[in-house]
């Protein structure tokens, strides 16, 4: 997402890194989201895989979040939907703006 301008002016609220394992997990489980927030960047050091339909990401079926930055934006029903997953204990960096 290199180049992507943001349509919405963010003020930080919290950074965190977390570990994303074997078995899926909630990001709002993993990461303390401040009740303000509401907009996420997640930057994974590896391969995630998430889904935010209700049912659990597996290390072969989920949205492949990939060593990049991932924004979202006024997504609430997403962010505190999704569960991530990765084949092995990968840093995931969270930031949380308002």
Request: proline share 5%.
């Amino acid at each position: 997402m290199s180049g992507m301008a943001m349509s919405v002016e963010f003020s930080p609220l919290a950074f965190e890194q977390v570990t994303v394992t074997t078995g899926a997990q909630l990001l709002t489980t993993l990461s303390t989201k401040p009740p303000a927030a509401r907009h996420v960047m997640l930057y994974p050091e590896g391969e995630v895989r998430m889904r935010c339909d209700g049912t659990a990401p597996t290390e072969d079926i989920g949205i492949i979040l990939d060593v990049d930055l991932h924004v979202f934006e006024n997504q609430l029903s997403i962010i505190n939907s999704m569960k991530l997953i990765a084949s092995g204990n990968t840093l995931l960096n969270v930031h949380w703006f308002m």
